[in-house]
């Protein structure tokens, strides 16, 4: 990264994260910016959006922000602390796919960026940079590096090798992506564009007459909860289920040994008709309060709100 690029100062059009949206749709090719921007359905964000707004109509399930002035608010902080990390606030960068697609300096300005602001962000598996210099790029002052989204590779030993080279470069947590078991193309890469740390894929078996390509080709690939519990027993580091939307679901994960999940429908991308995230968090947060080292985190991709104004969750991860 160039001396300039850090020290650049915020465009004065910028007042909001929301508002670098056009700046961005400007600098970008229009198939790449279709690319970030794209969902399941038309509407599927949008529905995000609307359930972030909507929060204050919903008195039974979530909390009015009702200000409380003339407290004494000295020494307050957004501080907390995750798996033993101190971050300054509760917002994380979600793992975004092919980074360099949208700046020369990908994933790595990423880490770098939420480094520099006491936060922590996690590594796609699609990522367009190595994981050891995102890592480096992205180390934290107590030492920790960023956590690492994993996709499953369609078996146990191709999935180890992921963990393991993303384990060797120094990642701290890992989160297991469930919700999006089948990631069909839909932008065809520049040749200097790549996720550099997978391996090449592997060739697919042909199906016996009367199988189907759906549940017995695409879905016979998708882990299953046995290769969860598999899973749990090949790393140390803090795991999370990221895609989960069911309270059985969340309930299941913390019986195997998962530290946390992410309550996520995948920014919209995947299926049509699931609720949004910010609908079933709170009856997973009361579950969850039952396990004390058992976190809940949130990720949904909203383009612009009034409290969180930026896309906090997977786009294309």
Request: glycine share 8%; net charge neutral.
């Amino acid at each position: 990264m160039t001396e300039q690029a850090l020290i650049a100062p915020t465009p004065a059009a910028i007042e909001r994260a929301c508002d670098y949206q056009g700046l961005a749709e400007a600098r970008l090719e229009p198939r790449i910016w279709r690319y970030l921007q794209d969902a399941s359905s038309a509407t599927a964000t949008q529905e995000n959006e609307h359930a972030f707004a909507a929060l204050h109509r919903l008195p039974h399930q979530l909390p009015h922000l009702l200000p409380r002035p003339l407290r004494d608010v000295r020494g307050g902080h957004t501080r907390l602390s995750l798996f033993g990390q101190a971050l300054e606030h509760p917002l994380l960068l979600a793992p975004i796919a092919y980074q360099r697609l949208f700046h020369a300096d990908g994933e790595c300005a990423s880490a770098l960026a939420a480094s520099a602001q006491g936060g922590q962000m996690l590594i796609s598996s699609l990522a367009s940079q190595p994981f050891d210099a995102i890592v480096r790029a992205g180390r934290r002052e107590d030492g920790s590096g960023p956590w690492f989204q994993l996709y499953w590779q369609g078996d146990r030993a191709r999935t180890l090798r992921l963990l393991q080279r993303a384990e060797a470069a120094g990642c701290s947590a890992v989160a297991l992506t469930v919700d999006a078991p089948i990631k069909l193309a839909t932008l065809q890469l520049p040749g200097d564009v790549v996720a550099v740390n997978l391996e090449a894929s592997a060739a697919h078996q042909p199906l016996e007459a009367g199988r189907s390509r759906v549940f017995d080709g695409w879905m016979g690939q998708a882990p299953t909860w046995d290769d969860l519990s598999w899973l749990r027993a090949q790393t140390r580091l803090p795991l999370l289920l990221k895609g989960v939307l069911h309270p059985d679901d969340a309930a299941q994960a913390m019986t195997l040994g998962c530290d946390g999940v992410v309550v996520s429908n995948h920014g919209g991308r995947v299926l049509d008709g699931a609720p949004t995230s910010i609908e079933v968090l709170p009856e997973i947060v009361r579950l969850s309060a039952a396990g004390s080292r058992f976190c809940s985190t949130a990720a949904s991709a909203v383009a612009a709100t009034s409290s969180v104004p930026l896309r906090s969750a997977p786009a294309p991860c």
